[in-house]
């Protein structure tokens, strides 16, 4: 990368803020929390495959963007983590799903395969590299939803929670600028276009199942909120573009199995770096109104 990427601390205060932050619709501010779900365990999992990938880094650049990849995926981990207190205070009981998410992480796509079956020590690096390619995967869909939180007017049009909003564009905005890293990673320890085809169908497969599942965790029963689940609510909250329709998601998921794909042809850098510049501001005006007497 031309700019070195650069860890953002957003001061945004969330104490009273409730899970159902837009208004009207119950089942789109649902299916968004489910980040503050999958967020922490899964970007502090990409910290742990990022550090054990840089002693076999050679590229000085590269190696750059990856200690500031780390700095940027750890931000993201306490703030959205920071969120799910606040729910959790609340009443909210993602217990279950978040230990889930550990084992998937932690054990399963830990030291063992699986977490069952010891690496031999002549395989340890295609091990990793492996866990890269599930990494960089897992990037791309990142990268698409962040494109599309920037592109979004609908959510502030129909007054969402301005701290929640902040904190996906900010989000967003740097998934768009790191987008290419952990593929570049994965390519220098010498991952190829096969496995990484190859492993993205059922990465995405995982996905889902996690959002379904947080969702459900997260579906509670509010006064006055509807209950209503499934693939009709999402299609409804789509139509009112408070999330991305399935069109979007099939369209742009899709482009990770060409086989000359490259990250660094997505999203919309320009408008990323406007959104963290924009934001940049806003948390610095934040920081100045709190250290006044």
């Given amino acids: 990368?031309?700019?070195?990427?650069?860890?953002?601390?957003?001061?945004?205060?969330?104490?009273?803020?409730?899970?159902?932050?837009?208004?009207?619709?119950?089942?789109?501010?649902?299916?968004?929390?489910?980040?503050?779900?999958?967020?922490?365990?899964?970007?502090?999992?990409?910290?742990?495959?990022?550090?054990?990938?840089?002693?076999?880094?050679?590229?000085?650049?590269?190696?750059?963007?990856?200690?500031?990849?780390?700095?940027?995926?750890?931000?993201?981990?306490?703030?959205?983590?920071?969120?799910?207190?606040?729910?959790?205070?609340?009443?909210?009981?993602?217990?279950?799903?978040?230990?889930?998410?550990?084992?998937?992480?932690?054990?399963?796509?830990?030291?063992?395969?699986?977490?069952?079956?010891?690496?031999?020590?002549?395989?340890?690096?295609?091990?990793?590299?492996?866990r890269l390619g599930i990494m960089a995967n897992m990037e791309h869909v990142t990268c698409v939803l962040g494109n599309w939180i920037l592109q979004n007017q609908a959510l502030e049009r129909d007054n969402a929670d301005i701290r929640m909003l902040n904190l996906l564009k900010w989000h967003g905005a740097e998934e768009v600028e790191h987008r290419n890293v952990a593929h570049d990673v994965y390519r220098h320890l010498g991952g190829g276009n096969l496995l990484r085809i190859a492993m993205f169908i059922p990465v995405l497969f995982y996905i889902v199942l996690a959002w379904r599942r947080g969702t459900k965790a997260l579906s509670t029963e509010q006064k006055g909120q509807s209950s209503k689940k499934g693939i009709r609510g999402y299609i409804e909250s789509s139509r009112r573009g408070h999330l991305p329709s399935i069109s979007y998601l099939i369209f742009n998921f899709l482009k990770y199995i060409k086989w000359n794909f490259h990250p660094e042809n997505e999203g919309d850098i320009v408008r990323a770096a406007t959104e963290i510049e924009r934001l940049d501001s806003l948390f610095d005006e934040n920081d100045t109104a709190v250290d006044k007497p």
């Fill in 1 to 130: 990368m031309s700019t070195p990427l650069q860890k953002r601390t957003p001061n945004i205060d969330f104490e009273d803020i409730s899970p159902c932050w837009i208004p009207n619709d119950y089942f789109a501010s649902v299916v968004l929390n489910v980040i503050h779900i999958i967020i922490p365990s899964g970007e502090l999992w990409f910290c742990k495959m990022i550090n054990l990938a840089k002693p076999h880094i050679t590229d000085r650049n590269l190696l750059l963007d990856a200690k500031g990849l780390i700095a940027q995926e750890g931000a993201h981990a306490k703030c959205h983590r920071d969120v799910l207190t606040v729910f959790e205070q609340q009443g909210c009981d993602i217990s279950f799903s978040k230990n889930r998410l550990d084992v998937a992480f932690d054990q399963h796509l830990g030291e063992k395969i699986y977490g069952r079956w010891t690496v031999p020590e002549n395989r340890e690096r295609w091990w990793l590299m492996v």
